[in-house]
Structure formats: C-alpha cells, structure tokens
C-alpha cells in the first residue's frame, strides 16, 4: 500500500477517533482502503475531501430504470461533467476519474475548457498517490487537518 493511502487510512481512523470518542478504539471498523479500479479510486478522492474539511459531491451521470414506464430514461446531467465536483479552498474543482487506458472524451475535454475559462480547476485523476501529490502542493493549509481542526 502506498504512503499516501495509508496516511488516508490514519486519517480516517482519527476522524472516526475524533467521532466516536467513547466507542474502544478495539471496536473502530478498521477497514483496509483499496484503489482496484474507478468505483474505489473516486470514493478514495471523494473520501480525502471530505476528511479535509473540504465540500465534494458525486456526479451521478446515468439513466435510470424507471419501473412505471419500463423503460431506462435519461440523466438530466450535462454530457462531458466531471464525476466529483469539489469547493477547495474556496475554489470549484472538478474532479475527472479515468482509471486504466481511459481517456477524456470529447464532451468532457470541452467542459475542462468551459470550466477553466469560468476560472475553476479540472483535475483528472488516474491513481490516488497523483491525486494526493495535487492536493498537497494545492491545499498545503489542509493537509494535517481533519474538517478543518488540526489535528
């Protein structure tokens, strides 16, 4: 495991630490953090954020079954959004997860551009340990920090 997952994994048990204070740390879920593919790569990013203190969500790009009219229906989502939209220090980053041979599509290069040019930030992320890099030389201010307190 890398140096920067296993500072994510000690910094979700001391958030769990810092929640649960009168719960035996023997029964703290310890839950090893694995990066195997794009699902578990963009809850690790979207975990970090959080943890730091900073606002993310994720972008749910899909159709939808809908039973009634049995059929699948159309995401509302723009095409080419990124998967995790973030506020970080006070700035919109998006957040493109590619793992693998993935690449940017068409749609999501333009709205790299669009997004850039409003004077937000798109990141794309192919493994955590970049994505770690990133944030440390980007937020230096949030790195030893747990929803903003100091920890």
């Known amino acids: ?15 769990k630490r ?11 879920l310890k839950r090893p953090i694995r990066v195997n593919n794009t699902n578990s790569l963009t809850e690790a990013v979207k975990l970090c ?8 969500t994720r972008i ?4 939808q079954w809908n039973p009634t009219l049995k059929r ?27 793992w693998g041979k993935d690449k940017l599509s068409p749609q999501q290069k333009q709205t790299a551009r669009q997004v850039e040019e409003a004077g937000g930030l798109y990141l794309v992320v192919g493994n955590y340990d970049t994505f770690w890099t990133w944030f440390e030389q980007y937020a230096p201010d949030l790195v030893n920090k747990i929803g903003g307190e100091l920890v």
């Not at 810092?18 to 703290?28: I, T």
């Open 1 to 15: 495991m890398s140096e920067a997952l296993n500072h994510l994994m000690n910094l979700n048990r001391v958030s």
């Open 18 to 28: 810092l929640k649960y204070p009168n719960v035996p740390e023997r029964a703290l």
């Open 49 to 56: 954020l959080e943890l730091h203190g900073c606002y993310v």
């Open 60 to 63: 749910q790009s899909q159709g």
């Open 72 to 98: 699948f229906t159309r995401s509302t989502t723009k095409k080419g959004t990124a998967d995790l939209h973030a506020a970080i220090n006070g700035r919109h980053v998006s957040i493109e997860i590619k």
